[in-house]
């Protein structure tokens, strides 16, 4: 995704997946907490539905549109942890894992020495989202 796009500026847009099909309304976006970079975004997909997140670093933005390039039937089954606080590592994997996509390698300054998993130390934060 452009990464000169305020993630603030995300929030109340449209998102369709890769067919043009309208998923709903970007909810909240989540940064991680060790870069400060956009990672996912809750797509509201309905008035009475929940949110789901879908990754932001294949998505685009497309006439003020933000462009997901999955179909909508793999997004709507993505794991839902609710909205408003922080996925945790075990969260994000199984997104990753859920997309297909592979985990972002780490800093080298994030690997701490005593840690197996460099994986377990990314963390997500929420960015203020639409009822904030």
Same mark, same amino acid.
């Given at each position: 995704?452009? #990464?000169?796009i305020d993630?603030r500026? @995300?929030i109340? /847009?449209? +998102?369709?997946? /890769?067919d043009?099909?309208? @998923?709903? #309304?970007?909810?909240?976006?989540?940064l991680?907490d060790?870069t %400060?970079i !956009?990672?996912?975004a809750?797509?509201r #997909? %309905?008035l009475?539905? /929940?949110?789901a997140f879908? !990754?932001?670093?294949?998505?685009?933005l497309?006439?003020?549109?933000l462009?997901?390039p999955f179909e909508?039937?793999l997004i709507?089954? +993505? !794991?839902?942890?609710?909205v408003g /606080?922080?996925l *945790?590592p075990? &969260?994000e994997? &199984? $997104?990753?894992?859920?997309?297909? $996509? *592979? $985990?972002p390698a !780490?800093?080298p +300054?994030?690997?701490?020495s005593?840690v197996?998993d460099p994986?377990? #130390?990314? =963390?997500?934060?929420? $960015?203020a989202?639409?009822? =904030?």
């Amino acid at each position: 995704m452009e #990464t000169d796009i305020d993630p603030r500026s @995300l929030i109340g /847009r449209k +998102a369709f997946d /890769r067919d043009g099909h309208k @998923l709903g #309304t970007v909810d909240e976006v989540y940064l991680d907490d060790a870069t %400060g970079i !956009p990672e996912w975004a809750a797509v509201r #997909t %309905g008035l009475f539905s /929940r949110d789901a997140f879908v !990754p932001l670093a294949p998505s685009t933005l497309v006439d003020d549109t933000l462009r997901v390039p999955f179909e909508r039937a793999l997004i709507k089954d +993505a !794991p839902d942890f609710g909205v408003g /606080r922080h996925l *945790s590592p075990e &969260q994000e994997l &199984q $997104l990753y894992h859920h997309y297909g $996509l *592979s $985990l972002p390698a !780490p800093e080298p +300054a994030e690997r701490p020495s005593s840690v197996s998993d460099p994986d377990s #130390t990314r =963390d997500f934060g929420r $960015l203020a989202g639409h009822d =904030d």
